[in-house]
């Protein structure tokens, strides 16, 4: 049954394709797109407005209910908290000190020392490259703590947290092994 009734819809597709439309049916649609002829480029394809109609576009969505202007400012505070609600990880714009840490150029460079020295290979298995990572030996939270290391600057001014005879390498299996076993 149903494909009786698409060769019948497809019969009659043939049929009207290439047939042009009729005088009433073009009355019908001039009728419908009115809005195009009174709206000329509104609603076309790369038309764009003259720079006085978004100024005046752009007054009057910053005018609140009560008809005042908000500063700039404002605009700007108001949809940066917007953003911080609802993001779900936001924490009140504290980021934790050692992410700050391992941020730094600094540790960038202490780390590939640790490598160069090492010579990229593990120093617990010996495999030689792959997902490395330069270990603290004495623990890297446990610096912190003790040099109550709160601002980077502090950070960067700890002799300890960047001593090259600190740092180890280790691929990430051991890496984590060694944290395990602490």
Not at 134 to 144: D, G, L, Q, V
Not at 156 to 169: E, P, R, S, V
Request: overall charge positive; aromatic content about 6%; some cysteine.
């Amino acid at each position: 049954m149903r494909n009786k009734s698409e060769k019948q819809k497809n019969a009659v597709k043939e049929k009207l394709r290439g047939v042009p439309f009729s005088n009433k049916h073009k009355e019908n649609l001039s009728k419908s797109l009115c809005l195009i002829k009174y709206h000329p480029g509104r609603f076309k394809k790369g038309h764009s407005l003259s720079v006085e109609s978004r100024k005046k576009i752009g007054e009057k969505n910053r005018k609140n209910s009560t008809g005042r202007k908000h500063k700039k400012e404002a605009i700007e505070k108001c949809r940066i908290a917007k953003l911080k609600e609802k993001n779900p990880n936001w924490k009140d714009g504290i980021t934790p000190i050692y992410i700050k840490i391992t941020a730094l150029p600094e540790y960038s460079k202490w780390r590939k020392t640790i490598f160069e020295r090492d010579e990229y290979v593990c120093q617990k298995c010996k495999k030689k490259g792959g997902e490395l990572n330069a270990h603290h030996i004495e623990m890297f939270s446990k610096i912190i703590k003790e040099n109550n290391i709160k601002k980077t600057e502090d950070a960067l001014a700890c002799k300890k947290l960047w001593d090259i005879n600190n740092g180890k390498t280790l691929c990430r299996s051991c890496h984590k092994k060694e944290h395990w076993e602490k």
